[in-house]
């Protein structure tokens, strides 16, 4: 599908996802949507920074900025503890409903075949 299409709607839980275990610059956090969407699924960095921004107004992240070895600063994002109180409880209810949008998806046929 090669387009940031495919995950809207889903786009803040995953940010939140991957921010969970640690800070991020909006650089890595596309290439790493890229990589485990198996190059499937691409977002561009002003499509994503719309988001940041988004989370950001919500009270979700925070951004600092900090110097890199390249002498340039990167502007990095951080989960607040609503962030990952959001991402918490959201999550399992997110994951159920690749399930259902896959039945649907798929004409109501389960894994087996025809119901």
């Given at each position: 599908?090669?387009?940031?299409?495919?995950?809207?709607?889903?786009?803040?839980?995953?940010?939140?996802?991957?921010?969970?275990?640690?800070?991020?610059?909006?650089?890595?956090?596309?290439?790493?949507i890229?990589?485990?969407?198996?190059?499937?699924?691409?977002?561009?960095?002003?499509?994503?920074?719309?988001?940041?921004?988004?989370?950001?107004?919500?009270?979700?992240?925070?951004?600092?900025?900090?110097?890199?070895?390249?002498?340039?600063?990167?502007?990095?994002?951080?989960?607040?503890?609503?962030?990952?109180?959001?991402?918490?409880?959201?999550?399992?209810?997110?994951?159920?409903?690749?399930?259902?949008?896959?039945?649907?998806?798929s004409?109501?046929?389960?894994?087996?075949?025809?119901?």
């Amino acid at each position: 599908m090669k387009s940031s299409e495919f995950i809207k709607g889903y786009t803040e839980i995953i940010v939140c996802a991957l921010l969970y275990d640690g800070d991020d610059y909006i650089y890595n956090l596309v290439k790493r949507i890229t990589e485990s969407g198996g190059r499937e699924i691409q977002i561009t960095n002003p499509s994503l920074l719309m988001i940041m921004k988004k989370l950001a107004a919500d009270g979700k992240i925070t951004s600092y900025s900090s110097a890199s070895k390249t002498g340039v600063d990167r502007r990095y994002y951080s989960l607040t503890e609503s962030g990952r109180e959001y991402y918490l409880k959201n999550r399992d209810a997110y994951l159920g409903s690749l399930k259902t949008l896959k039945n649907l998806i798929s004409g109501g046929y389960d894994d087996e075949g025809k119901d």
